[in-house]
């Protein structure tokens, strides 16, 4: 299947989405907006928070031409109260919700000398708290509906060492998938499933916004073949294919699968296992 050409079968129809991050740094197809999209695409309808929500409106445009469903409201993860009302918001709008997709993630570099440690409480809430929080609220909706999907988004770094001492953003990466394993446990007799997502390099708007000037002095293409030499397919994946990822875990195929992972890397962190040296930037 083309990633330009999406194969549309409604998968989803019927289904609501909630899905957190749901907007982007800069134009193009970072794994929120992705995610959104590829949802309505197969039927979805979808509501999408995102702290800025000037963030969502190529999301909500580019469903709006798929003819598409979405609604959305400003929400910070981080805070109970915040997630309680844009919970009750989708409820208002559609319903139910079917399926919870936790998104939102950051990370800050160093380790436990040099990061303060309101870098790496802020780091915990933002990465860690907010899918505990999401999962809090949603869940006891799904309880009375009689089941659900969740996808939590990790990362490579949650799983090994990625070239880069982000201490926080690893434990708070290797947090979500356990915390996933156990979720999924407590609540396989009510019928949620609960998975994750372990995106590695990809070619999102943050590069552009972001990484460019961090890393290559704002040289975009130095930065993008750099990433790409540590990829061993030969092109760089981007947030449709963790959206298509996301996919499968969320919609009614993926039935007998729960408390696992798909890591969507082009192959880098097994080639990686054995070139402990290379040094990349996560997924947005």
């Not at 409820?91 to 380790?111: C, H, P, Q, T």
């Not at 909706?141 to 953003?169: C, D, P």
Request: net charge neutral.
């Amino acid at each position: 299947m083309s990633n330009n050409t999406p194969i549309q079968t409604g998968r989803l129809a019927g289904k609501v989405a909630f899905i957190t991050g749901a907007g982007s740094v800069g134009p193009g197809w970072g794994n929120g907006r992705a995610t959104a999209v590829r949802f309505a695409e197969e039927g979805a309808s979808v509501f999408g928070v995102d702290r800025d929500v000037e963030r969502m409106a190529e999301t909500a445009q580019r469903i709006t031409d798929a003819g598409g469903r979405f609604a959305s409201c400003p929400c910070d993860v981080t805070s109970s109260a915040s997630i309680a009302d844009a919970v009750a918001r989708c409820i208002a709008e559609f319903g139910r919700i079917d399926v919870l997709i936790n998104n939102v993630g950051g990370s800050a570099k160093g380790g436990p000398v040099e990061m303060t440690e309101e870098v790496w409480d802020a780091q915990i809430d933002h990465n860690l708290k907010s899918v505990f929080l999401a999962c809090k609220h949603v869940i006891p909706h799904m309880l009375v509906q009689g089941g659900g999907a969740i996808v939590n988004l990790s990362s490579t770094s949650g799983m090994r060492w990625t070239g880069a001492a982000q201490i926080a953003y690893a434990a708070t990466k290797a947090g979500v998938i356990q915390f996933s394993k156990v979720l999924a446990v407590q609540y396989a007799k009510q019928g949620i499933r609960v998975n994750t997502v372990v995106p590695g390099q990809l070619h999102t708007p943050m590069v552009e916004t972001r990484l460019a000037g961090q890393r290559a002095g704002g040289d975009v293409e130095a930065l993008l073949k750099q990433r790409q030499a540590r990829i061993p397919l030969p092109f760089m994946g981007d947030g449709r294919d963790t959206a298509n990822a996301a996919l499968f875990l969320a919609c009614d195929e993926s039935r007998f699968v729960t408390g696992t992972e798909i890591v969507v890397d082009g192959g880098m962190s097994p080639r990686c296992d054995s070139s402990p040296t290379l040094t990349w930037r996560q997924h947005e």
